[in-house]
C-alpha cells in the first residue's frame, strides 16, 4: 500500500538511465528549483528549453547548479514549446513538463496533428494526494482539464487514472463517485452518471477497478460514516481515488486539501503519449517536485 508520496521512487529504475524530462521554459523558479533537485537525486535527466540568459540568471540568483543539463535555447515561448514537445514526439525525451508558459499554449503544441502527442484518448488531470488524517495516498480527478464531464468523458478519464494506478502496483483501485447524497436523485445529475459507472463496472465495462457510487465526500473517505448511513460499500472508508462531478468540484476540493488540510500532492496530465507534469501556478516547489517523481515512475513502469 502506498502511504507517502515518498513511496513512488520504489518503481524508479535502478539499473538504467533516468527518465528524460524537457522543462518549457525553464525560465521559470519553482520549476527550475524542482528540477534540479530531482536531477541531483537521480530520478530524472533534465532537457531545458527556453531562454538561456535568463535561466542561467535565474540559476546564479537561486543557486543552482545547471551545469551539463542540455539546453535548447529559444527565447520565443510558443516555438520553445513546439521544440519541447517535438522531443517527446521523437522519442528523445520521457516526460514533458510546464514552465512559464501558459496552459492553452502548452495543449495546443501536445494536441498538434503533425508533431503533437495524441493517442487518441482524452486528455485529464490526476493529482495524487498525501492526507496526513487518511491512510494511504488518495487521487483525484478531474480538478483542471474536463470542466462539465459527459459520461463517456467521466468512463474515459476514469480509465486514465485507473491506468495510473494499475502501473503504480495496484491493480484494482477502489474508485468513489462522488455526488452531494448517497442515493440516485433524478434532478442531479451526477448521481445518475455515478450509478451507471458503478453497474458498468459490475458488468465488466469498465475494469481494473471497483467502483461505487454516488457516494457524498464523507462516506466516500470514512467507512464509519457509511456505516451511520448505512451504506453497504466495499469502496467506502478505502478509496483510493474520488472521481469528480465536473471541475469546480475537483479545483475546490484540490485546493482545500492543499491550503487547509496542508496535503502534499502531485499531479499530470494523462491520456497523452507522455505523462505532462501541469501543476497550478499556486503550488510550491515541493509540489512541483512530487509532480515529476509521479510523473518518472509511471514512466518507468509503462
Known sequence: MLTKLDDLRQFLPKSQ???????????????????????????????????????EGLAEVMKLNIKGFQFIDETDPVRATEKA???????????????????SV?????????????????????????????????????????????LDEKIA???????VFNKLGVPEPKVAVLGAVEQVNTSMGATLDAALLS??????QIRHCLVDGPLAFDNAISAESARHKEIKSEVAGETDLLL?????????????????????????????VAPIVLTSRSDSEQAKFDSILLAAATTAAT
Not at 43 to 53: R, T
Not at 85 to 103: C, F, N, S
Open 244 to 272: 469528480m462531478p465536473d471541475i469546480e468540484v475537483g479545483n475546490v476540493l484540490y485546493k482545500s486539501l492543499v491550503f487547509f488540510a496542508k496535503a502534499k500532492v502531485a499531479s499530470m496530465i494523462v491520456g497523452a
Open 17 to 55: 538511465k533516468p527518465q528524460k524530462l524537457v522543462l518549457v521554459p525553464s525560465e521559470d523558479a519553482h520549476s527550475l528549483g524542482a528540477v534540479v533537485r530531482a536531477a541531483e537525486e537521480g530520478i530524472i535527466e533534465p532537457v531545458l528549453v527556453g531562454d538561456k540568459e535568463k535561466t
Open 199 to 204: 453497474k458498468m463496472n459490475q458488468r465488466g
Open 157 to 163: 478519464i476514469l480509465n486514465n487514472a485507473v491506468e
Open 106 to 150: 502548452l495543449l495546443k503544441a501536445v494536441l498538434n496533428k503533425d508533431y503533437g502527442l495524441r493517442t487518441g484518448k482524452l486528455l485529464s488531470h490526476f493529482a495524487l494526494f498525501e492526507v496526513e488524517t487518511y491512510h494511504k495516498l488518495i487521487g483525484v480527478t478531474d480538478v483542471a482539464m474536463n470542466i462539465a464531464p459527459s
Open 85 to 103: 514537445v517535438r522531443l517527446i514526439h521523437d522519442g528523445k525525451a520521457d516526460v514533458l513538463m510546464k514552465g512559464k508558459v501558459g496552459t
